[in-house]
């Protein structure tokens, strides 16, 4: 079956310590994103990226970095920087609609998720 | 800049109820409508979609149409069951792959 795979489902960060989160898809598709969920605020876009080895910040990049890699495989790395990391983190990916122009909609397809903690 | 609005909630409801989750929008042109759910521990899935003014998503009975006089995408369900129980997202797909969203609507159902 296609999807999106996050891993792990839960994860504890210590004072000071960089962790990655996982984010793997099998649907062929270009872009890929990332979005935080707080409650009360919807979801935020950290980093995107729409093609290998290219990637851009959303509205919340401070504290956060990305590779892309592979096409498959977009990791998402909380850093020490990012002083309030306890959220839900959403994985997404879509089909870049590049060949079609912008008007192209290009659905996004989500992953289950990843909740992290501050120990 | 684009946004949406919802109410956050709790949606607290009887089970065959009729259910209205109000959304509105403020954008530039002419963007795509969705809305999506999440179900509890679980990501987003695109529930249904709307591309252009007076179109109608819809999908598992739910409805929304597209109304850009009143630049509204509210989502209808005649008759709600205990596992419709979830947070629904209203969105708005602002073109180069970039989506908002709402800040999310709980729905309770209870039997």
């Known amino acids: 079956d296609g999807g999106i795979t996050q891993s792990p489902k839960y994860l504890f960060r210590k004072e000071g310590q960089n962790v990655t989160l996982s984010c793997e898809q099998n649907?062929?598709?270009?872009?890929m994103y990332w979005y935080r969920q707080d409650p009360g605020q919807g979801l935020r876009l950290i980093y995107y990226?729409?093609?290998?080895?290219?990637?851009q910040k959303g509205d919340i990049a401070e504290g956060y970095s990305v590779s892309r890699e592979k096409k498959e495989s977009f990791p998402l790395t909380v850093t020490s920087a990012q002083k309030n990391p306890t959220a839900f983190y959403l994985c997404a990916s879509s089909t870049n609609g590049l060949a079609g122009g912008p008007n192209i909609l290009d659905i996004q397809y989500f992953g289950a998720g990843t909740r992290l903690s501050v120990l | 800049g684009n946004s949406v609005t919802q109410m956050e909630g709790p949606v607290t409801l009887s089970e065959e109820a009729f259910l209205t989750i109000n959304c509105t929008y403020t954008a530039t042109g002419y963007p795509s409508l969705f809305w999506y759910v999440q179900y509890p521990g679980e990501g987003l899935q695109l529930l249904l979609k709307?591309?252009?003014?007076?179109d109608k998503g819809s999908n598992k009975g739910f409805e929304a149409t597209y109304r850009k006089e009143t630049t509204s995408f509210h989502l209808e369900k005649g008759s709600v069951q205990v596992s419709d129980s979830a947070v629904y997202f209203c969105a708005l797909f602002r073109g180069y792959q970039k989506v908002t969203f709402g800040i999310g609507t709980k729905l309770q159902v209870i039997p």
């Open positions: 649907l062929n598709h270009d872009a």
């Open positions: 990226s729409q093609i290998v080895n290219d990637f």
């Open positions: 709307a591309t252009k003014a007076d």
